[in-house]
């Protein structure tokens, strides 16, 4: 038995802000920006518009799009950063909004910018071992409420948005493995350490990043773990049709594709137009591609994360 994905969706605010907009509120540039993310313009959520509200838009078109009736679905489960309320977890809260109340079992996966690669492969264990039979997985996130916008060091490269897909359980093809890692000990070098205690918040409640250290770690980690994924299958670089990375950075993803051999036309890339939209990311690539006809029936698709934790991981799959 498998798990295949057999539609996504993705959502984007509709307020974009681009890099020429950061120049008027912090000291930067553009160039600076392009030349050192690869970044062009990102979107930021509404004032009302919660990490729920943007998986409600994204949900509905993966549901449309896998051709199946709303209450197929049981089994919810979000990967964010930001979620609407400390409980409970966004993904009741989107069960709730689809109108799958008291339906199916929902919860949150906190994995950051890997958080979609871990729900994914939750998802696919228990599609796998015939617990359930349609899995929504989502992404979402609202990472503007969580920045520091007078800090030009971090402000510049985060969005916000979602993206989903439903998951099948299948006798045909689809995720091949997980590959799922975390080291604790980096904590401290990309996190948002505030925290709530009685009725006030202790510590910042912004991102902080020590980005040369994430950039080192980073590259190393996806190189390493998209080995082992293609290991794990008896594959090597030329097999992958698709990689679809984490949109961080676009060095990041360069540096990768040029250690696995891969080709750039062979990446999907968003970042230009998304900046890091944490757990979004991902799904919101995917969706993109997909809905771009670049996937064929029968594709062999790696997606790849890293983010705080430090956590990482990677995905096989047949498209
Ligand atoms: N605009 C202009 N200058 C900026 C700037 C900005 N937005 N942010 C930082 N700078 C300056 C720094 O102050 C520094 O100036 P100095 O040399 O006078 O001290 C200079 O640019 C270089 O800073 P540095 O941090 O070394 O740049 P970098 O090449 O490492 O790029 C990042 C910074 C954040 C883009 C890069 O480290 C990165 O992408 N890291 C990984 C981030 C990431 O992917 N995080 C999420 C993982 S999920």
């Known amino acids: 038995m498998y798990s295949r994905i057999i539609g996504t969706g993705s959502h984007l605010p509709e307020k974009v802000l681009s890099n020429q907009d950061l120049e008027r509120m912090v000291d930067t540039s553009h160039e600076w920006i392009v030349t050192r ?5 990102r979107h930021i959520a509404g004032e009302n518009e919660l990490a729920s509200d943007l998986a409600l838009h994204a949900s509905r078109k993966a549901i449309e799009a896998a051709g199946i009736s709303l209450n197929e679905i049981d ?12 409980f409970p ?8 909004k689809l109108g799958l109340a008291n339906h199916c079992a929902a919860f949150d996966v906190q994995a950051v910018c890997t958080g979609f690669i871990y729900a994914l492969s939750t998802a696919d264990c228990y599609l796998k071992s ?10 979402t996130e609202v990472l503007s409420r969580i ?10 490269l985060f969005g916000d948005g979602a993206g989903a897909v439903v998951l099948k359980a299948d006798s045909e093809a689809g995720i091949l493995s997980s590959h799922l890692h975390a080291d604790g000990s980096q904590n401290p070098i990309l996190a948002v350490p505030g ?8 510590g910042s409640p912004f991102v902080y990043m020590s980005g040369n250290a994430v950039f080192k770690i980073a590259v190393n980690v996806l190189e390493q773990v998209a080995e082992e994924a293609m290991h794990a299958n008896g594959m090597t670089p030329s097999d992958i049709d698709w990689l679809v990375p984490h949109q961080a950075n676009i060095r990041i993803i360069e540096a990768t594709a040029k250690k696995l051999s891969l080709d750039m036309a062979r990446v999907v890339v968003t970042v230009d137009r998304h900046g890091n939209t944490s757990a979004a990311s991902i799904p919101l ?16 698709l790696l997606l790849e994360g890293v983010g705080g934790g430090i956590t990482w991981g990677a995905i096989l799959l047949k498209w």
């Open 89 to 96: 977890s966004t993904a009741a809260i989107l069960q709730s």
């Open 37 to 41: 993310t690869g970044i062009v313009e």
């Open 285 to 300: 690539a995917l969706d993109e591609a997909a809905r771009e006809g670049k996937f064929k029936k029968g594709d062999t």
């Open 75 to 86: 089994l919810v489960i979000v990967a964010t950063t930001t979620s609407d309320m400390l």
């Open 147 to 156: 920045i520091d916008w007078t800090d030009r060091s971090t402000c510049v």
């Open 130 to 139: 015939g617990r359930y039979r349609h899995a929504l997985v989502v992404g």
């Open 195 to 202: 925290r709530v205690c009685n009725g006030k918040i202790e």
